[in-house]
């Protein structure tokens, strides 16, 4: 089981995207494929209920053939508080962490390691 909260979870997504595209042994692979498979769900809920506040709180900007939404700059302080409570969220994720040992050959930075802290034993 790893425990994190939203905000862990989202600036460790990057690093396990970098993870994901890897060479990496079978086993190891697997692993990461199931950590994918279980914090994609919380990613895309968090994605989600972000989307539907900037629409809450936004408005179309004008011009450009796309209408872009953005949050109005009157309701800019709600929309960060909110979206920060989100963030403070925490998640019980029902997998276990990988080995580090594990990912030996693996072309990771320091700022992986550090965003991948919660995966990690």
């Keep these: 089981m790893i425990t994190m909260t939203v905000a862990q979870l989202m600036e460790a997504e990057a690093a396990l995207k970098r993870l994901a595209v890897e060479r990496l042994p079978v086993r190891t692979a697997h692993h990461v494929a199931v950590i ?23 408005a179309a900007r004008p011009g450009g053939d796309a209408p872009v939404i953005e949050v109005k700059p009157e309701h800019r302080e709600a929309f960060f508080a909110r979206v920060q409570e989100l963030a403070l969220v925490e998640l019980q994720l029902p997998i276990d962490p990988l080995e580090i040992a594990a990912l030996d050959g693996a072309e990771l930075t320091a700022a992986d390691l550090i965003a991948l802290d919660r995966f990690l034993v």
């Design 36 to 58: 994918l498979r279980a914090v994609k769900p919380e990613i895309d809920q968090f994605v989600e209920v972000r989307s539907a506040l900037i629409r809450e709180l936004g």
